[in-house]
């Protein structure tokens, strides 16, 4: 150990200063590449969650767009698809007829994709796409109701064309409801 001593002893000093400056610049610069390091991870990392937070509202806003079509498109088709009733119970036109423009019609329409959309990525719209469902229902409830009277041979529409009536009507109100509440989702984002 006493040589080890000596050995050291015999440095000279400025061999000693020069050592511990390369030392300390040597830290100093691991010490600042850490840092540099440090900041560039996080700099990436708020970079990536922005990229991936715009990404998703690309993806959200596009899902709004499109069921805000598919939504008006299905309430379009469903009004569209009931009209020649109308007209039957106004005496316009007879059940046969009516039937024929319905069965006729190519609806280019999948309702099932209004329904993925809502089930996957808006499930809060789903009260208000079952009351535009309901009114729909209850529309079919007078349509039948007429239909069965139609069916005894008492074609008369004037009892029923009121309750149709109105029944569309409500159905356009909740179709008007259920897309304002697309049209304030879509502007949360």
Excluded: C
């Excluded at 309430?75 to 109308?86: M, Q």
């Excluded at 089930?119 to 309901?134: H, N, T």
């Excluded at 064309?161 to 502007?187: D, N, T, W």
Aim: aromatic share 8%; no cysteine; net charge negative.
């Amino acid at each position: 150990m006493e040589t080890l001593f000596e050995f050291v002893s015999k440095i000279p000093s400025s061999a000693w200063v020069a050592l511990s400056t390369a030392i300390l610049t040597s830290a100093l610069t691991l010490i600042g590449v850490n840092l540099t390091n440090r900041a560039s991870n996080d700099r990436l990392r708020i970079q990536l969650d922005h990229e991936t937070e715009t990404r998703r509202n690309d993806i959200i806003r596009e899902r709004l767009e499109e069921l805000y079509v598919e939504s008006k498109r299905y309430t379009n088709i469903a009004v569209s698809h009931f009209l020649p009733y109308r007209q039957v119970m106004a005496g316009e036109l007879t059940f046969n007829d009516a039937l024929d423009i319905t069965t006729n019609r190519n609806y280019a329409h999948n309702p099932d994709r209004l329904n993925l959309i809502i089930d996957m990525y808006f499930p809060e719209l789903q009260p208000s796409f079952s009351a535009v469902k309901e009114k729909l229902d209850h529309i079919q409830d007078v349509l039948h109701g007429y239909k069965q009277q139609y069916k005894s041979g008492d074609i008369s529409g004037e009892k029923w064309l009121p309750h149709f009536q109105e029944a569309l009507e409500l159905l356009a109100e909740e179709a008007g409801s259920f897309e304002r509440e697309v049209s304030r989702i879509a502007k949360t984002i």
